[in-house]
């Protein structure tokens, strides 16, 4: 080629720069999207999650409640960022073999290509994109009668919330979107347009406990609200007599609830419960962490009645949390609980 018809060079662009000592927009954070390890210590250090990653919690409990051994079959059904299905695969081999599950199609090759480089081959894990209501058909599919060990740690994982254009966080200004899978269902912005008040007050109650869905309800139901801000902004307005920092938490069960009805979540997670006993084998073990009131009262139902009735021949006692330590470490496991239960036979 000669110099007449090089292709025009391309653009230098510049990395966000940011004010101040530290990076506060995602977009600016590139020492941790680089996974820069003094910087991704220092985060850390800091009680906060890098971006782009996200640190599992109760590792110690869920290890102690599944107690994996070389050989098991053990199944992720919420793989994230894999933390937990690292710790599980150095339990379960040689010999074992792990199957991860996740809804989300963003982040699943990203974890997928991360394990891939810590060795683990296509013999010891398999990804999965799928719900884990689907969770049958992923073993049949694997010729797999039964998992030694299932562990679903439910909700949405850092990268997602911290993602501006995923539209989970209020924290971050982005499309209102929180879907897992972006390609399937309604966005929340679409969702909301579409509702009527008293079916958006009796989601916020029910997904949420919001003691002003009515009211909330009455303001939102109907409306377009393009970012996650606009409809923070929208939920502050609407309680004019209330603090700044109590709407806060207004606006935080809103998003909640909001992320419940997209992702269509409880009837995902009662599908997951009533399959659960028929995907683990003979004494198999179940751990499943729950974020709030909602989720926990459906596992608790669910290992209760199967326990009442013989399935399950041992279950947690009390509800397990993180140590003190670790929610001061992290405080996103603060409102984390933790429940087993483990299928009689074998
Ligand atoms: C809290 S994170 C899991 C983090 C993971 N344990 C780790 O150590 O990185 C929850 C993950 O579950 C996924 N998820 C939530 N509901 C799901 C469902 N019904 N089926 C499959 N995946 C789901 C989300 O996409 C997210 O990646």
Redesign the pocket.
Known sequence: MSEDNLPPPVPHRRRPRYQGKNPRRFEEKYKEHGGDPETMAKVIAAGKTPVGT?R?IMVAEILEALAPQPGDIAV??????????QEMLAKILPGGKLLG????PM?LPKTEARLRALGFGAEVLTTHR????GLPQVLAAQEIAGADLILA?????SM?IDDPARGFSVKHNGPLDMR?NPQRGQSAAALLEKIEPDALAGLLLENADEPKALLLGAALAGKSFATTQELAAAIQAALPHVAKADGQLHIRRVFQALRIAV?D?FS?LETFLRNLPGCLKPGGRAAILTFHSGEDRRVKKSFDANFRSGVYSEISGEVLRATAEEQRSNPRSGPAKLRWARRAGG
């Not at 992720?76 to 299905?85: K, N, P, R, S, V």
């Open positions: 996200h599992p992720d059904c919420t793989l994230g960022y894999g933390g937990h299905a599950l996740d809804a989300d982040e799928s719900n884990f209501a740690d439910l909700g949405v994982s997602q897992m992702n979540e995902a």
